[in-house]
């Protein structure tokens, strides 16, 4: 059974830092691409950023760029979220998602985990 | 604002047929690039409803169907019941953003 789930939510200030984990298990990890989704209280859904299955290809919203690093360690089959400078928009449950392929822009997301959320408040 | 368009809410009473439509740009869906569909039922995660335009993964019933047209996609289910109450995402990849991209999610309401 696939399995994804999220670590590393919380209370965070404005311009605080914050890293994310996704534990993975029950597929072959480093066979897969990989994202981080998030969703605002109450809002839609906001892709925030990819990875290919060995790490040498990412990609990120505007939003986020310069701010958040995403990368993985397919030896403890995790996927990682690094987010600085967090601002009050970013407030919002994280999703952990595994892409069908092994890229990170080509297939949909087959797999969901249940989401860590991150809210930014002074 | 999202790059892809839907409708906020939409509903049917049990039995019904419901379209839920995704209009996208050039950069987008008249690109080229798939268009994929996503259930998400009230407190829990999104599901993949549907991918590639109009495959639907296993386990889906086939009174869920998608399909794409020029810049804009639908999802239609027909026999409307109970449990399709929930919101629904349209997803496609936008070359100019070089990322992919969301509608802002349709509320399906069964009557």
């Known amino acids: 059974e696939v399995q994804l789930v999220e670590s590393g939510g919380g209370v965070v200030r404005p311009g605080g830092s914050l890293r994310l984990s996704c534990a993975a298990s029950?597929?072959?990890?480093?066979?897969?691409?990989m994202s981080w989704v998030r969703q605002a209280p109450g809002k839609g859904l906001e892709w925030v950023s990819g990875?290919?299955?060995?790490?040498?290809?990412?990609g990120y919203v505007d939003s986020v760029k310069g701010r958040f690093t995403i990368s993985r360690d397919n030896a403890k089959n995790t996927l990682y979220l690094q987010m600085h400078s967090l601002r009050a928009d970013d407030t919002a449950l994280y999703y952990c998602?595994?892409?069908?392929?092994?890229?990170?822009?080509?297939?949909?997301?087959?797999?969901w985990g249940q989401g860590t959320l991150v809210t930014v408040s002074s | 604002q999202s790059v892809l368009t839907q409708p906020p809410s939409v509903s049917g009473a049990p039995g019904q047929r419901v379209t839920i439509s995704c209009t996208g740009t050039?950069?987008?869906?008249?690109?080229?690039?798939?268009v994929h569909w996503y259930q998400q039922l009230p407190g829990t995660a999104p599901k993949l409803l549907m991918y590639d335009n109009s495959n639907r993964p296993s386990g889906v019933p086939d009174r869920f169907s998608g399909s794409k047209s020029g810049t804009s996609a639908s999802l239609a289910i027909t026999g409307l019941q109970a449990e399709d109450e929930a919101d629904y995402y349209c997803q496609s990849y936008d070359s100019s953003l070089d990322g992919w991209v969301f509608g802002g999610g349709t509320k399906l309401t069964v009557l």
């Open positions: 990875i290919n299955w060995n790490g040498d290809s990412t």
């Open positions: 050039s950069s987008n869906i008249g690109a080229g690039y798939d």
């Open positions: 029950g597929f072959t990890f480093d066979d897969s691409g």
């Open positions: 998602v595994r892409d069908r392929g092994s890229g990170w822009s080509s297939f949909p997301f087959d797999y």
